[in-house]
């Protein structure tokens, strides 16, 4: 029974996937069910990506085994990538791995500099790959907030003073999954001093580099003169370029940390396949003009968002990037749990939303919602859940 696995019998139930099981069957029933539970873009990739793809699948040396770490183009696009947009210079043969998106390389990572028994700190609520990626690998995970304030701090100082054995890694997601907190350059001159103090190795989330809103571009922790003797930094071209099922991924940063990675990859896996590589090449060095395009469009969401579900009686904090908000359940509800709620909201509202929960127990009250349906959808989904609200008897606006 796949139960007596050890590192099986280490990972709770994926609680969201009760929700998308219900969605699903929903959707069979022939319920027209506006998803906001998954962050999966609506938006196709830039055509002249998807024109390198097919120009170079009909190549006929283009369908055999490609490099591990990443074609040399690729590395070196993602290097240029990280110049122009951070001032940050990096070695694309010695700091840059390609990796199958984001969740891959920090699975691998894990594999690569966890032994059993080791203490990992990581933020709670959190994406889930940031706490079981190291649970797979046999670490014990010790809670840090989500919220970057004096807290914050404090509990890094609690973690070493009192944890056995001392914690030898800080996992950090900024803009956050599932909150969609930012941090400026100071917070990062602040960990990256800590994690030197502390000789703690810092990973560095940044799925959501690009998608920052109202004019205030997120910073990379690589920034900080010196991040490099700690730190790595994981990006992901799913939500920049649209590009999410494409697995296309990168860590830069520490070259020990890359070593490690790129060897644990090499034993693993082969490389995504070259066509894509090459097509991410194209996306990396091609016109930005998409970037900026898809920007503005999950910012007119957020407002839309914000905006509409407001009118209909749930107000929901505005969220300065990413292309989520994580949202209290309304006062009148509280009393439900995130995971109830999101049941009901799906059943009698045709909302689907993820519960907080499933982002470790610092998310209960609250949901994520993800912003990837056209505004008029999400409009539909604000009447929808005003009419659910009116009927549990929570005081609604005209929507």
């Given amino acids: 029974m796949e139960d007596e696995f050890y590192r099986i019998k280490r990972l709770p139930p994926y609680v969201i996937a009760e929700v998308n099981g219900m969605r699903a069957a929903a959707r069979a029933a022939g319920k027209d069910i506006i998803d906001l539970g998954m962050g999966n873009p609506d938006l196709p990739p830039p055509s002249h990506v998807i024109d390198k793809l097919c120009e170079v699948a009909q190549k006929p040396d283009a369908h055999g085994y490609s490099a591990s770490k990443g074609i040399p183009g690729i590395r070196k696009a993602q290097a240029n990538y990280y110049g122009r947009r951070f001032g940050v210079d990096l070695d694309p043969e010695s700091e840059v791995v390609m990796t199958m998106g984001s969740k891959e390389g920090l699975a691998s990572?894990?594999?690569?500099?966890?032994?059993?028994?080791?203490?990992?700190?990581?933020?709670?609520?959190?994406?889930?790959?940031?706490?079981?990626?190291?649970?797979?690998?046999?670490?014990?995970?010790?809670?840090?907030?989500?919220?970057?304030?004096?807290?914050?701090?404090?509990?890094?100082?609690?973690?070493?003073?009192?944890?056995?054995?001392?914690?030898?890694?800080?996992?950090?997601?900024?803009?956050?999954?599932?909150?969609?907190?930012?941090?400026?350059?100071a917070f990062y001159e602040r960990l990256v001093a800590w994690a030197k103090e502390n000789k703690v190795w810092v990973l560095s989330d940044l799925a959501y580099s690009e998608l920052y809103y109202d004019g205030n571009p997120t910073v990379s922790i690589l920034q900080v003169?010196?991040?490099?003797?700690?730190?790595?930094?994981?990006?992901?071209?799913?939500?920049?370029?649209?590009?999410?099922?494409?697995?296309?991924?990168?860590?830069?940063?520490?070259?020990?940390?890359?070593?490690?990675?790129?060897?644990?990859?090499?034993?693993l896996d082969y490389g995504a396949f070259t066509p894509i590589q090459a097509a991410a090449c194209a996306a990396l060095n091609g016109p930005q003009d998409i970037v900026e395009m898809n920007r503005n469009l999950y910012q007119k969401r957020r407002d839309v968002l914000v905006e509409s579900f407001g009118r209909a009686g749930w107000e929901i904090p505005s969220p300065k990037a990413s292309m989520f908000a994580w949202a209290p359940l309304p006062p009148a509800l509280q009393h439900m749990g995130s995971l109830e709620f999101s049941k009901q909201l799906l059943t009698h509202a045709e909302?689907?939303?993820?519960?907080?929960?499933?982002?470790?127990?610092?998310?209960?009250?609250?949901?994520r919602i993800a912003m990837v349906e056209n505004e008029q959808r999400l409009r539909q989904a604000a009447r929808n859940v005003r009419r659910y609200l009116a009927s549990m008897g929570v005081n609604t606006t005209a929507a």
């Fill in 109 to 185: 990572l894990a594999t690569a500099i966890t032994a059993p028994g080791d203490v990992v700190l990581a933020p709670n609520p959190s994406y889930p790959i940031h706490t079981f990626g190291f649970i797979i690998a046999g670490a014990t995970i010790r809670s840090v907030p989500t919220t970057p304030d004096e807290n914050y701090w404090r509990s890094l100082e609690r973690a070493m003073a009192f944890t056995v054995p001392r914690p030898s890694i800080l996992i950090v997601n900024y803009p956050s999954n599932p909150t969609a907190e930012t941090v400026d350059l």
């Fill in 225 to 267: 003169p010196g991040a490099k003797d700690v730190a790595v930094e994981f990006t992901s071209m799913s939500k920049t370029f649209s590009m999410a099922g494409w697995r296309v991924g990168f860590a830069v940063g520490n070259k020990g940390l890359i070593a490690a990675l790129t060897r644990v990859k090499s034993y």
């Fill in 351 to 367: 909302v689907a939303v993820a519960p907080g929960v499933g982002y470790g127990e610092e998310g209960e009250g609250f949901v």
